[in-house]
């Protein structure tokens, strides 16, 4: 037997119980008055009284039964109320975004967290179709669906969703049965946002790939060095040689690749570089200033013109390693080098930046970068300059660089307009300079 039932079974005994000990007191009550006042009443009396009697009593025994049962219905619509009030208060306190729907799809709860997650407000989504599943996951949803009617949840699945935008984005999802008193079935869809738990992952993957790759680079790129070096010095013997033979241009263009292959192969060893770094504190804008005098010829052959403002972190330090630093500047003067037209401009600025943090970017007006290409200029390998131009190594080390120095590099950009890299490192302050108290 059910709660409801033996609830209503309790409240007709006690109304039946009730109303025969009112019947009892009511008869009682009388006959103490009929004893009292009417013991010589005639037969006509008395039989007026026994009407009146009954009448009068009908009349409370129904008064008594209508002000029960209207009390018991106020209790259990004030029981109700509060019920679906806790139930909605734990639906909105609940974390997870949680939907309730029937087997149609037709959603009867939204709460406060799937707001948050899918964007879709309680008012736009209730009694539509559930707007959140991508069409490549309706056949998934059915499928869990009968699994959960067959009696066997589906508990923390990882799958995808949609957002109002209609971007997917991982899940992790608990699908139960709901089934309501008057028996129609629900189901109840909790889902939790695991977008940062699979980008953790698919990067833990990547710097295992990364690893295992760097080691296996070291190793090839050691190889290559020194018989790269022998073809290098050879060809340049044969191209004194034969100056302006036949070969000559076919010497041109074996000197050219070989110088290509020592880059790369040193790229490979910058890439997978185990060494130890030796990190000392280094003023920034005399880094700086050296890594763009070194680039001075190539910026003449350019024509490029390069505003220097370094003024703002004059005598500013981080901990880094030198040969890191400079590698890193580098790379990234030689992209700017790279992606600009002749006479372009290329803009170098520092600042600092709460908390404790320097800012560098490195601006130019190149060509800029396809927002199709975006999202893989750090993944090792890509590059766009085609073969035997880029390694496509570059910013990979860079950002290696800076994840080494607890810094942060990104990078924004519009085709045809140009491109700023964004360096942020932590300043390095001695003990003295952080207890330094102003006068
Ligand atoms: N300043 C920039 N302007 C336009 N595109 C850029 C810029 N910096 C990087 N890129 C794009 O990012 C890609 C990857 O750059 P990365 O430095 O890693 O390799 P690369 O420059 O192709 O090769 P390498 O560094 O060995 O010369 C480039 O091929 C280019 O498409
Ligand atoms: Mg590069």
Excluded at 180 to 195: P, Q, S, W, Y
């Amino acid at each position: 037997m059910d709660d409801t039932a033996r609830e209503r079974r309790w409240f007709w005994a006690t109304l039946m119980l009730s109303s025969i000990t009112v019947a009892a007191v009511v008869f009682s009550a009388w006959e103490l008055l009929e004893n009292r006042f009417f013991r010589g009443a005639d037969y006509i009396t008395l039989h007026y009284l026994y009407i009146t009697r009954g009448i009068l009593s009908s009349l409370l025994l129904a008064i008594w039964a209508g002000w029960y049962v209207l009390r018991q219905r106020r209790r259990s619509e004030e029981e109700l109320r509060r019920s679906r009030e806790r139930y909605r208060g734990l639906l909105e306190v609940s974390p997870g975004a949680v939907a309730l729907y029937d087997d149609s799809w037709r959603v009867t709860e939204w709460n406060a967290a799937a707001e948050r997650l899918y964007g879709f407000s309680k008012a736009e989504v209730l009694g539509q179709f559930l707007p959140t599943v991508p069409p490549e996951k309706e056949a998934e949803l059915r499928g869990f669906l009968t699994q959960v009617e067959a009696g066997r949840p589906v508990l923390d699945v990882e799958t995808l969703r949609r957002d109002h935008r209609g971007i997917c984005f991982e899940v992790q999802l608990s699908l139960l049965p709901f089934r309501e008193a008057f028996g129609r079935n629900f189901f109840l869809e909790v889902t939790g946002d695991i977008r940062e738990r699979v980008r953790l992952r698919q990067r833990l993957l990547e710097i295992e790939k990364l690893a295992s790759m760097g080691q296996m680079a070291a190793g090839t790129a050691h190889h290559l060095n020194t018989p790269l070096a022998a073809m290098l010095l050879r060809i340049q013997m044969m191209q004194e040689r034969s100056h302006h033979g036949p070969c000559a241009g076919d010497l041109d263009r074996l000197e050219s690749g070989l110088h290509f292959c020592q880059h790369f192969v040193q790229r490979l060893l910058e890439f997978s570089r185990r060494a130890p770094v030796d990190k000392q504190p280094q003023e920034i804008a005399r880094t700086i200033e050296s890594v763009v005098s070194f680039f001075a010829p190539s910026v003449l052959a350019k024509r490029a013109r390069v505003a220097l403002e370094v003024s703002q972190v004059n005598g500013q330090q981080v901990l880094a390693d030198r040969n890191l630093l400079e590698a890193l500047f580098s790379i990234l003067l030689n992209n700017a080098l790279d992606a600009i037209a002749p006479g372009g401009a290329i803009s170098i600025r520092c600042r600092t930046i709460a908390p404790a943090h320097l800012e560098v970017q490195i601006g130019d007006d190149g060509c800029g970068i396809a927002p199709a290409d975006l999202p893989h200029i750090f993944e090792p390998f890509f590059t766009t300059k085609g073969p035997g131009k880029g390694t496509g190594l570059g910013l990979a080390i860079a950002r290696n660089i800076m994840v080494e120095h607890g810094g942060s590099v990104r990078l924004e950009s519009e085709p045809l307009k140009g491109t700023t890299v964004f360096l942020e490192l932590p300043l390095y302050r001695t003990v003295a300079a952080e207890v330094e108290v102003p006068a």
